[in-house]
């Protein structure tokens, strides 16, 4: 009886202290948050209760798992399968704790500045870097101990440490486009070129950067598809960043008119126009004549907004505004298409009555 008791006693006891240090753990923040309720690391910082107690929970079962004196052959491959568990777990705590303090420090900086590139820009830095650390630190690092704690993977283990350089050298010639592409992320991210939120336009796409990963980089495009690019195309190639230097943009409105269009007038127009325009943003505008050929005008009107969203609105709506004043009030302004309206069939007409005629003459000499 005592050989079933001793280790029960032991496992549930293990696992109720586990519990019970995850849920003073958890009061603890819940307490720390209600005291400083500015805060949000607190907060954030509950995500890593489970790690936590799965660490608590490996390392205490590793270190009372003699007092259960089970006395079994595989004593030694249970006791090397927690100490890997709470590697792991140590690992899986390292990164929910890096996601809540890089959470915290954006929220922080967002709350304490108005600029919101920084902020995207920060935002950008903070994900790199932890994706950084997640695949490249924690997750090598777990996975090299966790070779080394077993006997019968120590040497592989041993020798990945030992020729780790001549890995790096093999894997640099291997990985050559993926090497490109992490140092092409990390120049994005601390080079400013482009951040997460940036309206840009790529291969005649317009759209907004939404994630940049190591490797790629995601563009939501305005009707809601996903354009993915290598990072290093960034760095390569030639692209508009609508965003950079300020969110604000000009947009610009070509029409093709004729020669009558009453100018002064139409520019009156669009400024009362723009007057009522929420999504103007009265900083600057402006109607000229660009250009003129012998059919037409070419007006263009130039108005500006507080980014790329309302200045898409914006030149939509004025386009239609003034097209429509033009159509109602202006006919003669509007555009005109010369034709000539010919009638075919008189050519074939007279054809046929010239053979009409010459047979019946024809027939009239022979009779």
């Known amino acids: 009886m005592e050989d079933v008791l001793r280790p029960l006693i032991v496992l549930l006891g293990t696992v109720a202290i586990t519990v019970s240090a995850g849920l003073l753990f958890d009061w603890l923040l819940r307490y720390s948050a209600r005291r400083r309720p500015g805060t949000h690391l607190p907060m954030l910082l509950r995500r890593v209760q489970l790690p936590l107690q799965v660490l608590l929970g490996a390392v205490a079962l590793h270190a009372t798992y003699p007092l259960a004196e089970l006395d079994l052959r595989q004593d030694a491959m249970i006791r090397t399968i927690l100490a890997a568990a709470a590697i792991m777990a140590a690992a899986w705590l390292v990164i929910r704790a890096a ?8 929220r922080r900086y967002a709350e304490h500045t ?27 690092t777990a996975a090299v101990a966790i070779l080394l704690l077993f006997p019968s993977l120590r040497t592989l283990g041993t020798s990945l440490l030992a020729s780790a350089g001549v890995i790096g050298i093999i894997a640099g010639v291997a ?36 994630e940049i990963t190591l490797a790629f980089l995601t563009v939501r495009i305005w009707d809601d598809r996903r354009l993915t690019m290598p990072v290093s195309y960034f760095n390569s190639k030639p692209y ?14 070509f029409l093709h008119l004729d020669h009558s269009t009453p100018v002064p007038l139409l520019r009156e127009h669009l400024h009362d126009y723009l007057r009522d325009r929420p999504d103007w943003d009265g900083r600057n505008w402006n109607l000229l004549v660009t250009d003129s050929t012998p059919t037409n005008i070419v007006v263009r009107a130039t108005m500006s907004a507080a980014d790329a969203d309302d200045a898409w609105t914006l030149r939509c709506a004025v386009r239609e505004e003034l097209l429509d004043w033009l159509g109602r009030h202006h006919p003669h302004a509007l555009p005109k298409i010369p034709t000539a309206i010919t009638n075919q069939g008189e050519p074939d007409r007279e054809m046929a009555l010239s053979t009409n005629g010459s047979g019946e003459a024809s027939s009239r000499t022979g009779d």
């Open 240 to 253: 508009e960043n609508w965003s950079r230097g300020g969110p604000q943009i000009t947009g610009t409105v």
């Open 114 to 140: 108005s600029e919101i590139s920084r902020v995207r820009q920060l935002r950008t830095q903070l994900g790199l870097v932890r994706r950084i650390i997640t695949s490249v630190l924690v997750v090598t």
């Open 175 to 210: 990985a050559q486009s993926t090497l490109s592409n992490l140092i092409a992320g990390l120049q994005i991210a601390f080079g400013d070129s482009v951040k997460i939120g940036d309206t840009v336009v790529v291969e005649g796409e317009w759209g907004t950067v939404e």
């Open 99 to 106: 996601d809540a303090v890089a959470e915290n420090l954006l």
